[in-house]
């Protein structure tokens, strides 16, 4: 819409070249869930010539924005009310409340800006509305028509920077055409899981790999334990248990980097499904909606960080995770470090904690997390079946033969000289003595 003087030449002085705006609005709690569309309910606005920024969705805010405007958004989790100058806003001042939940609303929104005005009325003043859900590609395409570049996209959250990178161009086009096969939507995060967990299979292969290695060359890594028992060796046992390592060809960070690079992949999903508004209102098994929580129980009381009711899909996933960590803790033999049995017990901790964290989040993404943990336990399971473990002992024990593999890691070399250097610094502290 525009906002244009017309016959007001001797109504209005020259000076007159702005208009002030005040706009405002009381959002509507739309969602089941009052505490996590509160989260994604925030005050956004977009910064001429940079990003964006927004007020805090967790408590009451307010800022003065000295920076010129293109675009102020009130945002609900799935829909959006966006107003956008051409001129831009300037002196804004944005006012961010929240309402109290069982009152119907999330926030109070409010905003008092100025903008570009003409008071001979030649040039109008070019303002416009956005109304309208907060999908990924709708919200890019708005302003093409008018050779815009608003980036309005960028009120769909979908992780930091590579993270959104990879949902840019990938999570979101392959949702977008498992979408268009006309499956449900629990289908859709099926297959979405399955493709994601066949991306990161050769660094999974490579990190189990890894770990393989080490649970092999583990009764030598017991002898060199036997033979240093005392906390004064702790140093020349490191040193001998490295040499060891380099010895065979093998690298204890060597898993390290191959969960490195999956992690971003599997990041970029979990981002992506609570921001997904194709979720909202699709029932998939008992969920009758896999944007918000899965109530199997509802409580008269609440619990702390939890609520008042229990999710199944976050139940379910839970006890995958507390599965998967006693399958995983099976493998190592943590009785005898006290340090490791800290570590187990944290292991364990873990998930129990994510069961009130994740509570309250969308069954779709707890559902996701269940199916990601599963299909990554199958897969260890599988894996372990197919490794020959005499075999690779075998291969092991043909690169310590092998002058070649010999050759230390830079990680095991640096680590090594370092240990050395150490050493030889404590021999001097004694002669010193």
């Known amino acids: 819409f525009t906002i244009q003087a017309v016959g007001m030449g001797d109504k209005l002085a020259s000076a007159n070249n702005s208009v002030d705006i005040e706009w405002w609005q009381r959002a509507r709690q739309i969602e089941k869930g009052y505490t996590y569309e509160n989260r994604l309910s925030e005050l956004t606005y977009k910064i001429s010539g940079d990003g964006t920024d927004y007020l805090s969705a967790n408590k009451d805010d307010s800022k003065d924005v000295p920076e010129r405007l293109e675009w102020i958004a009130f945002k609900n989790q799935f829909f959006s009310s966006v107003f956008l100058a051409d001129a831009n806003f300037e002196k804004t001042k944005l006012v961010s409340k929240m309402d109290v939940q069982g009152s119907g609303y999330i926030k109070d929104y409010s905003a008092e800006m100025s903008t570009k005005f003409d008071p001979s009325g030649q040039e109008p003043t070019k303002l416009y509305f956005y109304f309208g859900p907060n999908h990924y590609k709708t919200l890019s395409a708005v302003g093409n028509e008018l ?66 290695k080490m649970r092999v060359l583990k009764p030598k890594i017991d ?7 005392k906390q004064e060796d702790a140093m020349k046992k490191q040193q001998e248990v490295m040499g060891l390592y380099s010895q065979y060809g093998v690298s204890p960070m060597g898993g390290c980097l191959p969960m490195l690079i999956q992690f971003p992949i599997l990041m970029a999903l979990f981002m992506f499904v609570p921001s997904a508004i194709e979720l909202r209102q699709q029932s998939f098994l008992w969920a ?146």
């Open 223 to 229: 002898e060199i334990n036997k033979k240093y028992p």
């Open 288 to 433: 009758d909606d896999l944007s918000t929580y899965d109530a199997i129980i509802n409580f008269p009381f609440h619990i702390p960080f939890m609520g008042s009711h229990l999710s199944l899909f976050c139940l379910l996933m839970t006890v995958t995770n507390i599965l998967n960590t006693k399958y995983m803790m099976q493998q190592q033999d943590t009785g005898a470090n006290p340090q490791m049995a800290a570590m187990k017990w944290m292991s364990y901790l873990m998930p129990v904690m994510f069961l009130f964290i994740l509570n309250d989040y969308p069954s779709g993404l707890n559902y996701y997390y269940f199916l990601s943990t599963l299909i990554s336990v199958a897969t260890t399971l599988v894996m372990r079946k197919m490794t020959d473990e005499e075999a690779l002992l075998a291969q092991l024990e043909a690169n310590k033969k092998d002058p070649k593999k010999m050759k230390k890691t830079g990680f095991a070399a640096r680590l090594e000289a370092m240990q050395k250097q150490q050493e030889q610094m404590m021999k001097e502290r004694q002669n010193r003595k």
């Open 147 to 212: 050779d815009k570049e608003w980036e309005l996209n960028r009120l769909v959250y979908l992780g930091w920077p590579l993270i959104r990178w990879i949902n840019k161009w990938f999570t979101i086009n392959i949702f977008d055409w498992l979408s268009g096969w006309g499956l449900s939507m629990g289908i859709v995060l099926l297959l979405m899981t399955l493709i994601v967990k066949i991306v990161v299979f050769p660094a999974t292969w490579k990190t189990y790999i890894s770990s393989a």
